[in-house]
């Protein structure tokens, strides 16, 4: 058994007869040091790059479309792609159906052209949950 004062995590681990480790039972001391400098190398504080003044004002101007693009009431959208009819169902906000539906097809750079052509709305449910976005009474539509 080995000092329990060694430095290095992993083979303390390892030796610690305590611990449910198999995996680690092959290891030699030099791998379990080298996993754990990669560890350590990974676990480095990141310090993030400073923006621009032009950065920080485009970053400023996105978060505020992105929070106008999400005020209002939460509805599920059942979307069909025009081309193999496939269905799915899409997250949306807006004080009422007709402006979730239209958020949904203008997207938040307001360019919706191939979303307009590429998949229509097939129904619009009430949106039970907000977190896991469950759909609940069919509000306009026919759901496939």
């Not at 290891?27 to 950065?55: E, F, G, I, Y």
């Amino acid at each position: 058994m080995r000092n329990i004062q060694d430095s290095c995590p992993l083979i303390v681990m390892r030796d610690d007869p305590n611990q449910l480790t198999p995996w680690l039972d092959d290891w030699s001391d030099d791998d379990c040091r080298q996993v754990q400098a990669m560890v350590d190398r990974h676990d480095a504080v990141m310090k993030p790059t400073p923006l621009t003044k032009d950065q920080a004002g485009e970053a400023r101007r996105m978060w505020a479309r992105w929070q106008a693009h999400t005020t209002g009431k939460s509805f599920v959208l059942q979307v069909q792609n025009r081309t193999c009819d496939h269905t799915f169902r899409v997250h949306a906000h807006g004080k009422n159906v007709f402006q979730a539906v239209l958020r949904h097809y203008r997207g938040l750079g307001h360019n919706g052209t191939t979303i307009w052509q590429c998949t229509k709305v097939v129904a619009v449910f009430d949106c039970v949950c907000d977190r896991t976005v469950q759909a609940g009474k069919l509000l306009c539509g026919n759901p496939v």
